[in-house]
């Protein structure tokens, strides 16, 4: 089991349920949308950001990035740690059908998938920090992942091939690059894949 400082940020109590059988720590829900005007949430989110720090675990789809987006525009940025789950196709046990754009979310995500998504944002047993790697916006338009005409399917690729949410944006995807790998190996990647 993880074991977390920082308070861990979802969508909602399906997805806490789900969570706590991989993670110990403090799990809030936003209530999907309902984090837009619950103000005492956002105060007691800002106070374990302000304190300990979060961690953003939403679902991979638009929602999820909305929701996400919110959040990080509310409380410092040094504050945050961003996991992400995969793009996996598929449905929910307790649902009649899937999601909207068919999405598997958190609460679908397997024991291994969720240690995996928290190891690449850099969470692991025993660890207490992200060392920056080096890679920023530069060293994605040298490798024509921003800038070029095709540079969104080409993310898209190595999103994929990293088993990362192909939504990401350039920002967002040098947050988790640096957590998962050196800009060598993105530059290596890229040449194998692209």
Do not use: W
Not at 8 to 35: H, P, Q
């Amino acid at each position: 089991m993880l074991s977390v400082s920082q308070a861990v940020i979802v969508e909602g109590k399906y997805d806490k349920i789900r969570l706590s059988s991989v993670l110990d720590g403090v799990i809030i829900c936003t209530d999907g949308f309902g984090i837009f005007t619950d103000k005492d949430k956002m105060r007691i989110i800002r106070h374990y950001a302000d304190s300990v720090g979060i961690i953003i675990l939403t679902d991979s789809d638009a929602a999820g990035f909305k929701i996400r987006s919110y959040l990080k525009g509310s409380v410092r940025a040094d504050r945050i740690i961003n996991v992400y789950i995969p793009d996996i196709f598929g449905k929910e046990r307790r649902k009649n059908l899937p999601s909207k754009e068919g999405k598997l979310g958190v609460e679908g995500m397997d024991e291994k998938t969720l240690y995996d998504a928290f190891a690449k944002a850099g969470i692991t047993p025993g660890s207490t920090s992200r060392p920056a790697k080096g890679i920023d916006k530069l060293t994605l338009y040298e490798l024509g992942l921003t800038g070029a005409p095709d540079a969104v399917s080409r993310r898209r690729r190595v999103l994929e091939h990293l088993g990362l949410p192909g939504r990401m944006t350039p920002n967002s995807m040098t947050d988790i690059l640096n957590t998962m790998i050196s800009p060598e190996e993105l530059r290596l990647l890229c040449e194998e894949i692209l």
